[in-house]
């Protein structure tokens, strides 16, 4: 047990040692890690995801808040995609506005893009 605890001490030093890319779902390993780089400043907010951010209002500590208290809600696998691997997590942004935050990994983790979250609405008939 303690090797366990030590092994998931040891921050991933590669793509497949971040992700375990052999299951859809997030594990609670992924979740643990992308935590773990947040609370030693570890983590790398892009310049891609601060403008995107930008674009929607969004803050900094907002983006944080979304990884450390919101909910992963899925994972990018296929590196065939259009989108790169990682873990997407949605959170609160101030009242009832939603955001979304990937995290990826390269030479360490960083947020790739954040971005708000519409709901639609639809009239009734």
Do not use: C
Not at 36 to 65: C, M, R, Y
Not at 70 to 83: A, E, F, Y
Not at 102 to 112: A, E, N, T
């Amino acid at each position: 047990m303690t090797d366990n605890i030590k092994q998931l001490k040891m921050p991933p030093s590669s793509l497949e040692q971040a992700f375990d890319l052999t299951v859809e779902y997030v594990t609670p390993a992924e979740i643990f890690h992308i935590r773990d780089a947040l609370q030693h400043g570890k983590l790398i907010v892009s310049e891609h995801a601060l403008a995107a951010a930008k674009d929607d209002a969004i803050t900094a500590l907002q983006i944080f808040s979304a990884i450390e208290n919101g909910v992963p809600i899925s994972k990018d696998l296929s590196i065939l995609q259009t989108r790169q691997i990682g873990v997407n997590f949605e959170g609160r942004a101030g009242g009832s506005r939603k955001i979304r935050v990937k995290v990826s990994w390269d030479s360490g983790y960083y947020v790739v893009t954040v971005h708000a979250v519409t709901k639609i609405k639809r009239n009734s008939r």
